[in-house]
Antibody, heavy 120, light 109 residues
Framework: QVQLVESGGGVVQPGRSLRVSCAAS????????MHWVRQAPGKGLEWVAL????????YYGDSVKGRFTISRDNFRNTLYLQMNNLRPDDTAVYYC?????????????WGQGTLVTVSS | QSVLTQPPSVSAAPGQKVSISCSGS????????VSWYQHLPGTAPKLLIY???KRPAGIPDRFSGSKSGTSATLDITGLQTGDEADYYC??????????FGTGTKVTVL
């Protein structure tokens, strides 16, 4: 069955960097676009970034543009989110999610999330 | 800041129906497919509706979606206690981003 497992979350100081990962199994990973979506404490879902099936196109939400980078390794079936210059308002549970198509479309499967806390 | 507006909360008794609206614009809802997600905090969100009104395998037909112009609606009939959760609409925006609704908490009275 489809499994998306996030890892790499933790506590990090403001201004520092962190990379979170999402390991996929049970799917032909290289065929699908992949998203990162986050939820801050007490807030709703916020879309973070999208990468196309082959990694050639990336899109970002306004709040992370220029600071976060989405990437993927189709040989390792793994999605990444490199987060630089972190701010306290980046504190959230970060979910990876699979697109129904090679790029945009519904997010038809989600991982359980990894918590990132930005605090001094 | 979300560009899709949903009511903060809706409620009804078991067995009744609730409707959740999702209001957007021509740059998002008006020209793209809408999806709906169910989310219990601390768990993985689940896709309920895609392409405005289609249900993935395993989603009961108590959940249905529709779209008209720049608004979409999720209906839940035969409400059950297990339906208590947060619900979000989402779609692609021509500004090259996925956008989520503000979220609606469903309470079963």
């Amino acid at each position: 069955q489809v499994q998306l497992v996030e890892s790499g979350g933790g506590v990090v100081q403001p201004g520092r960097s962190l990379r979170v990962s999402c390991a996929a199994s049970g799917i032909t990973f290289s065929s699908f676009g992949m998203h990162w979506v986050r939820q801050a404490p007490g807030k709703g879902l916020e879309w973070v970034a999208l990468i196309s099936y082959d990694g050639s196109n990336q899109y970002y939400g306004d709040s992370v543009k220029g600071r976060f980078t989405i990437s993927r390794d189709n040989f390792r079936n793994t999605l990444y989110l490199q987060m630089n210059n972190l701010r306290p308002d980046d504190t959230a549970v970060y979910y990876c999610a699979k697109s129904e198509t090679h790029m945009i479309g519904s997010l038809n499967f989600w991982g359980q999330g990894t918590l990132v806390t930005v605090s001094s | 800041q979300s560009v899709l507006t949903q009511p903060p909360s809706v409620s009804a008794a078991p067995g009744q129906k609730v409707s959740i609206s999702c209001s957007g614009s021509s740059s998002n809802v008006g020209n793209n497919y809408v999806s709906w997600y169910q989310h219990l905090p601390g768990t993985a969100p689940k896709l309920l509706i895609y392409d405005n009104n289609k249900r993935p395998a395993g989603i009961p037909d108590r959940f249905s979606g529709s779209k008209s112009g720049t608004s979409a609606t999720l209906d839940i009939t035969g409400l059950q206690t297990g339906d208590e959760a947060d619900y979000y609409c989402a779609t692609w925006d021509s500004g090259l981003s996925e956008v989520f609704g503000t979220g609606t908490k469903v309470t079963v009275l």
